[in-house]
Each structure stands twice: as C-alpha cells, then as structure tokens.
C-alpha cells in the first residue's frame, strides 16, 4: 500500500538556520510528489509539488525539494528560515487516484 | 488556485445530533475528498468523488457518509454525532488536467459534547 514517512515530527530553528524536512515514500509507480503548509490558524496551502523533470523543484517563499527516486524520497529544504516559517509541513504522495499524506512535521523558528 | 468554500467553520453540537458539513468548490473540479484532522495530527482520507453520482470510502473508517448531486457540492452528513467525532474535517478538489493537484478549503471544526 502507499505510504508516506516523515522523519521529523518537531523541529525547531533559530532564525536564519537551514532547514531540511524529510520525506519517503513507498510506491513502485509514477507518483506526483508534493509539500503542503499549514500556518497556525490557516488552511493547507500547496508549497511546491513534482510531477516530472528536473527533480530539484522551486516553491515559494524559498522553499525547494529534490526528488531522489532512488531513494524514494522527496525533501524539502530552506537555506535560512525566517519566524514566518513557522507551521505544520505535510510530504504527500499521489497516483492518479488519491493523496495520501505523512504525518506532518511541526516547524517552530525562534527569533 | 481553486476556491473551496466549507460551512460551517466551527460547530459545537450535543450527542446524537444529526450534522451536515457543507462543501461548495467554484473551479468546476471533477474530484473531491474529505480528509479528517486531529490537532496535531495526520490527515485521513475518510471520503472521495471522482464526479457526480460518485462517492468513496478513503483510507480511514469513517461513519460519516457524503454526497456528489452537483458538481461543485460535496456535503459531508454525520447522522448521529458522537464525541469521537470532535476533530477538523477538511474538503478539497482537485482536477486530473493538474496533476491531481489538491486545494483545501479552510476546515470544518466539529466538537460534539
């Protein structure tokens, strides 16, 4: 069955800090690939996704992935986070048929 | 971007109650779901439609059921609220031209006392 594994449950920067998030998935297919954050009070909002080529894929707010289908996995990485980073961040895999999320990450970045 | 638009946001509602959580997307999306939250938590698929006249069951049991009449409308029906219920309930949409790209509404916050 797919699924998707999220390493991190909290983290916690300092501002300016690197940040990578990681995710996994496990399935055999063609997958999209894609990164949601929820601000604290606000609803899911896609932060960058990755269907097919270049598998280092830009969002916004500075945020990028890279998708390395060897090992299965799909990133998400910020070179110098800022206190407006601070949400939950959800890794979500999907076929052509259903999105299925990881457990989520809870970022919090201290001034 | 795809409008989704859930009512009510936030519901307080005593044991037994039926409750319907409304569900209404503008972009013309052939898909929509449910997903179920708890604070702090993983979200749950509980409910999917590929269209019109089609409903799913998602990964997680729900005792929830839902409806697909119109395109644009996904109303999510509990026929008896228990406290177990108490949790976010999140609608989206999404269409295959995109990628399955999904866009959430705002979330419904069901408390059942």
């Known amino acids: 069955a797919q699924s998707v594994s999220q390493h991190n449950h909290h983290v916690i920067l300092s501002e300016a800090a690197s940040l990578e998030l990681g995710c996994n998935y496990s399935?055999?297919?063609?997958?999209?690939l894609f990164w949601y954050v929820q601000y604290p009070g606000q609803h899911l909002q896609l932060l960058l996704k990755?269907?097919?080529?270049?598998?280092l894929v830009k969002g916004i707010k500075g945020f990028e992935a890279e998708f390395i289908k060897s090992k299965f996995s799909f990133n998400l990485r910020k070179p110098s986070v800022q206190w407006s980073d601070t949400a939950e961040y959800f890794c979500?895999?999907?076929?052509?048929?259903?999105?299925?999320f990881g457990t989520g990450t809870r970022l919090q970045v201290f001034p | 971007e795809a409008d989704i638009y859930q009512t009510p946001r936030y519901l307080v509602i005593g044991t037994g109650k039926k409750i319907t959580l409304e569900c209404s997307q503008t972009?013309?999306?052939?898909?929509m779901y449910w997903y179920q939250q708890d604070p702090g938590m993983e979200l749950h698929l509980i409910h999917y439609?590929?269209?019109?006249?089609?409903?799913e069951k998602g990964d997680l049991s729900s005792e929830s059921t839902v409806s697909r009449i119109r395109t644009e409308h996904f109303p999510l029906t509990l026929e008896s609220a228990r406290p177990s219920h108490t949790s976010q309930y999140l609608c989206?949409?999404?269409?295959?031209?995109?990628?399955?790209?999904?866009?959430f509404g705002e979330g419904s916050w069901l408390t059942v006392v």
């Open positions: 989206a949409s999404s269409e295959y031209a995109s990628g399955n790209t999904i866009y």
């Open positions: 972009m013309g999306h052939d898909k």
């Open positions: 979500a895999v999907s076929n052509t048929d259903k999105l299925i």
């Open positions: 399935y055999g297919g063609t997958v999209n």
């Open positions: 439609s590929y269209g019109v006249n089609s409903t």
């Open positions: 990755y269907f097919s080529g270049d598998p």
